[in-house]
């Protein structure tokens, strides 16, 4: 089953075509990785995927279902999340503060026949879980703005699991991080469990090739191959956009 179809999509700012008929295929539960040089359409892919922009022309199916009209909030609702290329966390609040506000941002008002002290209770157990799978049990107390930079991208990927998500879009978590940090994060995203789907935009090849079931490259709004590691890393036009920048590694 297919979790994500993007299919021919078009997105254009005024005069420029950002994605140009770009198609996407994400399986249940794969590490898809999407690579590119800079101003490729990647970050724009993701915006579309979550309808913050709207595409010109094309398709975009979540578990099958035709989201394309579908809003931001809908496409949450069905099990979508993100993170963005700048952490977004509530820098003020405590770690696990921000996780309960994400948990009751998936739940929502509606009926239930459950006390106020039950439901506190199943908030906090999944606040707590999105923390433990992304290992940061141990700073829950801690405000979020003491957090490393390393830290406060785990806790965006703890955010986007509290709040509901089965498919979660990724934008650089590696970037700008210390080797050290680097390490934990790829560590993290190894871990997370194989009911998640997640697609990574990651300009660290080492990174990118060690996630990667398959992976996706962009340039300049299309696509220039998509499949497997080696069948990536083998495409002549992949060697050719990222000449001197470390495929070869
Ligand atoms: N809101 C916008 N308005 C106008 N043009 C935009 C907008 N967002 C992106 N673009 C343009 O669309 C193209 C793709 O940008 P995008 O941010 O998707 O690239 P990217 O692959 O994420 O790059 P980076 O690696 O630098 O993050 C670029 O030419 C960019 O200038
Ligand atoms: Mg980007």
């Known amino acids: 089953m297919l979790a994500l179809e993007v299919s021919n999509v078009t997105v254009r700012y005024g005069g420029v075509e950002a994605l ?3 198609s996407l295929s994400v399986s249940e539960g794969e590490r898809h990785v999407v690579l590119g040089p800079n101003g490729a359409g990647k970050t724009t892919l993701f915006n579309l995927i979550l309808g913050e922009v709207r595409p010109a022309a094309g398709v975009i199916r979540l578990h099958g279902e035709d989201v394309t009209r579908r809003s ?31 948990v009751r941002g998936r739940i929502g008002p509606r009926f239930t ?3 106020k002290r039950e439901r506190d209770r199943d908030t906090r ?3 707590f879980a999105a923390l433990n799978a992304v290992a ?7 405000r979020a703005h003491e957090l490393a930079h390393g830290q ?3 806790l965006e990927i703890a955010m986007a699991l509290a709040g509901g998500a089965r498919v979660v879009l990724l934008d650089e978590p590696a970037s ?11 560590a993290v995203i190894d871990g997370l469990d194989r009911s998640v789907t997640v697609i990574v935009i990651e300009h660290d ?3 990118a090739f060690h996630i990667a079931d398959r992976l996706t490259v962009l340039h300049q709004g299309r696509v220039l191959a998509c499949g497997d590691p080696e069948r990536v890393r083998a495409a002549a036009e992949v060697r050719e956009a990222y000449l001197g920048s470390g495929l070869d590694g």
Not at 137 to 142: H, L, M, N
Request: hydrophobic share 40%.
């Open 125 to 127: 157990k999944r606040a």
């Open 205 to 207: 090849m080492d990174i």
């Open 152 to 154: 406060a991208k785990q």
């Open 72 to 102: 931001v909030v809908q496409r949450v609702r069905r099990g979508l999340g993100r993170t963005y290329q700048q952490p977004e966390v509530l820098a003020r609040l405590r770690v696990e503060d921000n996780l309960i506000l994400a």
């Open 113 to 115: 026949v459950f006390s």
């Open 176 to 186: 700008g991080l210390s080797a050290g940090e680097r390490k934990q994060i790829t």
């Open 136 to 142: 940061l049990g141990g700073v829950a107390e801690r």
């Open 20 to 22: 140009n008929r770009v």
